[in-house]
Nanobody
Framework: QVQLVESGGGLVQPGGSLRLSCVAS????????VGWYRQAPGKQREFVAS???????NYADSVKGRFTISRDNAKNTVYLQMNSLKPEDTAVYYC????????WGQGTQVTVSS
């Protein structure tokens, strides 16, 4: 059984930082592309960042230069370091593994106060 668990969300002031973690069980992250997505209230889920099995990274324009995705294969964990947070970053953040079928975590809430 595959399970993804996100953690690290919370309340932060604008300009602050958070580090999100996504820990997988039942699947080995090292073989797959893993992505972070977010969904704000009243908005569609959107792509944030991804990292491939070859460690190539991709970022949405809205977070480029502020967020960094990384992986620790020994811990079967993918991270999202979020710096210079803005109120518009407020959302539930989800991780996803690009398998067939794909898998999603339950999400972690990030709130940036204004």
């Amino acid at each position: 059984q595959v399970q993804l668990v996100e953690s690290g969300g919370g309340l932060v002031q604008p300009g602050g930082s958070l580090r999100l973690s996504c820990v997988a069980s039942g699947i080995m992250f090292r073989f797959y592309r893993v992505g972070w997505y977010r969904q704000a209230p009243g908005k569609q889920r959107e792509f944030v960042a991804s990292i491939t099995s070859g460690s190539s990274t991709n970022y949405a324009d809205s977070v480029k230069g502020r967020f960094t995705i990384s992986r620790d294969n020994a811990k079967n964990t993918v991270y999202l370091q979020m710096n210079s947070l803005k109120p518009e970053d407020t959302a539930v953040y989800y991780c996803n593994v690009d398998t067939v079928p794909s898998y999603w975590g339950q999400g972690t809430q990030v709130t940036v106060s204004s």
